[in-house]
């Protein structure tokens, strides 16, 4: 089951794990785009918005991966930063997850063997102004992941976080022709000085190598890694 899967890196994962063998849950609230994939991969789309708690308990309780992918950005300073905003932020990226994972562990435990991947971010290691919402979210989220990491761990469950930097998604692209906009900077100058002034490596990571990622913590020979965080992120976090 991956969450977020008709977009960016959710389909980049729905599409690797697909290919590996996985009967794919696709997981979003828009309609379209889940449906393509779904019908594209030989997968079931379930139309769900996770900022509705209960929303999530009209979906399948019997994943054996659990890929926690769907989120969302909101970028203003705390003073002004709208509190309904970052309820919902918190609501689809926290405790959505939580709420699946209550709701898939059981079956997991029945059969001694699960997978979770939770799809954070270098904001969930490292904080940024103007993110308030999204770098508590996703250091939740790995908090979250570690706990299921220790409770899971004895019924052949895995919990791990991938942690990408800035990857080229529609979620990012907004990101760049926004700050374009407000810098009056072309594009280009967005993302070489601003996006990846931190980062070793100066290039977007793409949704595929994420994926790929969370295909290897799905296969044997990541049985023995649980609850850490895998930081895809061109060297950001060394320093
Ligand atoms: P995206 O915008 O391309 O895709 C996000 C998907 O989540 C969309 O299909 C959207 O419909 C779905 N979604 C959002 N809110 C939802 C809700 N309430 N209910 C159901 N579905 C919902 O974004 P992306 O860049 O692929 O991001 C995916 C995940 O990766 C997010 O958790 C994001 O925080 C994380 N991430 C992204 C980047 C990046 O640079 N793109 C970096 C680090 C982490």
């Known amino acids: 089951m991956v969450t977020g899967a008709a977009s960016g890196i959710g389909r980049a994962c729905a599409l690797a794990l697909s290919a590996e063998g996985a009967f794919v849950h696709v997981v ?122 220790l409770e899971a761990a004895a019924h052949g469950v895995t919990s791990n976080c991938v942690s990408p930097g800035y990857v080229r998604t529609p979620l990012v692209e907004e990101q760049i022709a926004a700050q374009a906009r407000a810098h009056g900077m072309p594009e280009e100058e967005v993302v070489s000085r601003v996006m990846l002034e931190r980062t070793a490596l100066k290039r977007l990571i793409e949704p595929e190598e994420v994926a790929r990622a969370v295909v290897w913590l799905c296969t044997p020979h990541a049985d023995g890694i649980t609850g850490i965080s895998l930081p895809l992120d061109g060297g950001w976090t060394i320093r």
């Not at 939770?118 to 993110?131: C, D, E, Q, T, W």
């Not at 308030?132 to 990491?149: P, R």
């Open 28 to 149: 979003d609230r828009s309609r379209a785009a889940a449906q393509r994939l779904a019908e594209e991969i030989g997968g079931v789309a379930h139309l769900v918005d996770l900022s509705v708690p209960d929303a999530v308990d009209t979906l399948p309780d019997d994943a054996d991966v659990l890929v926690n992918n769907a989120g969302l950005q909101h970028v203003a300073p705390l003073h002004s930063f709208p509190p309904e905003r970052f309820a919902f932020m918190q609501r689809v990226m926290v405790e959505a997850p939580f709420r699946l994972l209550r709701r898939t562990l059981p079956r997991m435990y029945e059969r001694g063997w699960g997978r979770v991947v939770n799809i954070s971010s270098v904001h969930g290691l490292r904080a940024s102004p103007y993110k308030s919402a999204y770098v508590a979210a996703k250091h939740a989220l790995e908090g979250l992941s570690k706990v299921v990491a």
